[in-house]
């Protein structure tokens, strides 16, 4: 079975299977030729109304074909044998989720799709156009549109996706396995995502500039013309003077040190700069403004700078959206940055040791900082923080320094939640000194917050305590600090 199935994809792939798209006149195929095919759609004798009852009728290597004259099928599909599903035309038979789950679930080893527009997947993150769960899967000469995820292709090996067209999906293809092969595919505002290496990759485009993709490359310059940027196991890649717009995620740097990205223009993205686990890279004079979620990220990556950057209008949902966020990233320093007009200007999770200096963060919606989720020695210094709602969020964090700042024309300036673990220290909660609180201050500024502390974590309620507690600025500022 396996050995016709790869005689299929190699006729497909190269022209032969064209024939696929050609209308057959609502009538079956002569089983002479074409054995264990099951018919839905058309005007033939025991051809079935829904897809999934084909499939469900179908045995192992069966081949299910579509007509286009019953589209759209209004399913969500679970394919659970190896079978060929085939549509008459890819522009005319639909198959919309309804909004509701994947479209198309395949869990079963060697399936073939083609053919066919595959759209409306439900608004959950991770909803697919079609969800790859198993291997040796073949997605080719497709249409895949306005879906969260177009593909998902996760844990699963030896995938191919080739020749389709992706348009306004949340995300167009999303990796996070190995030994796929992604070629000449076409996507319209959306791209890909990938995380892990080992992949082909390549001959993709963005709004028809090419998709560039680097993996175990190192001393490369780029800095011409293409649609969007992934790096994998790089190092010495310097990114410089490109302009990147409706995409999925601008630049993509997974396991990469080294790096180099400056004076780009990224908007209208879903996100503009992600770091995954990278190291010792440096992001310098980007403009990132309108993107969908989050200006720049750094997840799992330490040792990064990012100096002279602007991320603005970064807009789309409450909270969530940021001009930078760290999750579970170290010892960065984020310095001289301008972060205006977002939800939230920066948001730090479970990320320790970064310093975050003398940067401007004004007129953001509902946040200027937020450190959450345990972070730990953190210097946040010197800079402005203005006109938002509040200017400073501390929740669950322990020992962080805040000192120099300016904190003026907010509507609060700071609430303080500090949690400790096992043991109490409380002189090691959070250190508050020198900063601007509105106005010139001779008198101590006095702050009132919350300390939480938790012996166990194990037990209910963690046999520990919450009270109301007294946080003290014992020098603020007379004067402003922060210079422009």
Not at 131 to 143: M, Q, Y
Request: glycine share 8%; with cysteine.
């Amino acid at each position: 079975m396996k050995k016709i199935f790869c005689l299929l994809i190699i006729l497909i792939i190269f022209g032969a299977a064209s024939s696929y798209a050609i209308p057959l006149e609502k009538q079956n195929i002569s089983n002479a030729f074409y054995e264990n095919i099951l018919y839905v759609g058309g005007g033939g004798p025991g051809n079935y109304t829904n897809i999934q009852d084909a499939l469900d009728a179908a045995s192992e290597g069966d081949t299910v074909f579509v007509y286009d004259d019953s589209s759209p099928y209004n399913e969500n599909i679970l394919i659970e044998k190896t079978v060929e599903l085939i549509g008459e035309n890819k522009e005319t038979t639909v198959i919309n989720g309804d909004s509701a789950g994947s479209v198309i679930v395949i869990l079963a080893e060697y399936v073939l799709i083609t053919g066919f527009s595959i759209q409306m997947t439900g608004i959950s993150e991770g909803n697919a156009g079609i969800s790859v769960r198993n291997n040796h899967s073949i997605i080719t000469d497709n249409i895949i549109l306005n879906n969260d995820w177009g593909i998902s292709i996760y844990y699963t090996v030896y995938c191919t996706v080739i020749g389709n067209r992706f348009l306004n999906n949340n995300c167009g293809l999303y990796i996070r396995s190995q030994g796929n092969t992604i070629k000449e595919n076409q996507f319209f505002n959306d791209g890909i995502y990938v995380s892990t290496s080992g992949n082909i990759i390549e001959d993709n485009t963005a709004n028809y500039k090419p998709i560039i993709y680097l993996e175990g490359e190192n001393n490369n310059l780029i800095d011409y013309e293409c649609g969007q940027i992934i790096l994998v196991d790089c190092s010495c890649i310097t990114i410089q003077n490109l302009r990147i717009t409706k995409t999925d995620t601008g630049i993509i740097l997974s396991n990469c040190e080294n790096c180099h990205i400056v004076a780009n223009d990224i908007l209208n993205c879903k996100s503009g700069i992600k770091l995954v686990n990278s190291n010792y890279n440096n992001l310098s004079y980007n403009d990132l403004y309108q993107n969908k979620n989050t200006g720049i990220t750094l997840s799992g990556s330490d040792y990064n700078t990012l100096e002279h950057n602007i991320c603005s209008e970064h807009l789309l949902g409450k909270y969530r959206y940021h001009g930078l966020y760290l999750e579970g990233a170290d010892n960065n320093t984020i310095k001289n940055n301008i972060f205006m007009d977002n939800n939230v200007g920066i948001g730090c999770s479970v990320s320790d040791d970064n310093i975050i200096s003398e940067n401007s963060i004004s007129d953001n919606i509902y946040i200027g900082i937020i450190l959450e989720g345990q972070c730990e020695r953190n210097s946040i210094k010197t800079n402005r923080i203005k006109g938002i709602s509040v200017g400073m969020v501390l929740d669950d964090i322990g020992f962080n320094y805040i000192l120099n700042n300016d904190f003026y024309e907010n509507n609060e300036n700071i609430r303080i939640e500090v949690l400790q673990l096992h043991k109490i220290r409380l002189f090691q909660m959070v250190k508050i000194s020198g900063n601007y609180w509105d106005k010139a201050r001779i008198l101590p500024k006095f702050i009132l917050g919350v300390y939480d502390y938790v012996y166990d974590e194990d037990i209910p309620w963690g046999g520990g305590f919450r009270i109301s507690w007294i946080y003290v600025d014992w020098h603020p500022a007379k004067e402003h600090n922060f210079q422009s």
